[in-house]
T-cell receptor
Framework: GEDVEQSLFLSVREGDSSVINCTYT??????LYWYKQEPGAGLQLLTY?????DMKQDQRLTVLLNKKDKHLSLRIADTQTGDSAIYFC????????????FGKGTTLSVSS | GAVVSQHPSWVICKSGTSVKIECRSL??????MFWYRQFPKQSLMLMAT?????????EQGVEKDKFLINHASLTLSTLTVTSAHPEDSSFYIC??????????????FGPGTRLTVT
């Protein structure tokens, strides 16, 4: 089955860029998602990238996909204290309706 | 984006009782919904896939007689934790895919239900 790895913690200063990395094993992943979870809350879809893309930018968020290395990253520009949360990488399988497989999540801590 | 709701958001029950959690897609029809559980400071673990009008598909290690799933309509799936025990205390999250979003496999998550079994 799919295995997703993320570093557990990242600490940055307000205004800096944050880069959260993820590696996965299933090369057939069609869509790859990034979710944000604040304490005690559900998951908020941040962005996603289709597997035939290398990069996707959405305001402060930039997703890079290296399909050959099965590496996905999320860059948050001008990180704010409100960005402090857990970020989950979640590739999805090839078939429509396939559940997402989540990494353990990266806890981003932003200090002012 | 599409909205998924869950009810209740928080429930405390006594050991041995059953608890039902509802997951609703509010502005779209979902033929497939997913149930996850999350322990504190851990990732989401897929429990089962709920299919409208048919039996749920459970992941390995998940007891289907303990976690009853019913997907009676295109907008509602329910998860019933039967004879709950303290080790069932967890954060239960559902998700649903919006098939109406063309070409997209976006999945939307409910806000979660915190279950505490005393």
């Amino acid at each position: 089955g799919e295995d997703v790895e993320q570093s557990l913690f990242l600490s940055v200063r307000e205004g800096d860029s944050s880069v959260i990395n993820c590696t996965y094993t299933d090369s057939s992943s069609t869509y790859l998602y990034w979710y944000k979870q604040e304490p005690g809350a559900g998951l908020q879809l941040l962005t996603y990238i289709f597997s035939n893309m290398d990069m996707k930018q959405d305001q402060r968020l930039t997703v890079l996909l290296n399909k050959k290395d099965k590496h996905l990253s999320l860059r948050i520009a001008d990180t704010q204290t409100g960005d402090s949360a857990i970020y989950f990488c979640a590739p999805q399988g090839k078939q429509a309706g396939t559940a997402l497989i989540f990494g353990k999540g990266t806890t981003l801590s932003v200090s002012s | 984006g599409a909205v998924v709701s869950q009810h209740p958001s928080w429930v405390i029950c006594k050991s041995g009782t059953s608890v039902k959690i509802e997951c609703r897609s509010l502005d779209f029809q979902a033929t497939t919904m997913f149930w996850y559980r999350q322990f504190p400071k851990q990732s989401l673990m897929l429990m089962a896939t709920s299919n409208e009008g048919s039996k749920a598909t459970y992941e390995q290690g998940v007891e289907k007689d303990k976690f009853l799933i019913n997907h009676a309509s295109l907008t509602l799936s329910t998860l019933t934790v039967t004879s709950a025990h303290p080790e069932d205390s967890s954060f239960y999250i559902c998700s649903a895919r919006d098939p109406g979003t063309s070409g997209s496999y976006e999945q939307y998550f409910g806000p979660g239900t915190r279950l505490t079994v005393t």
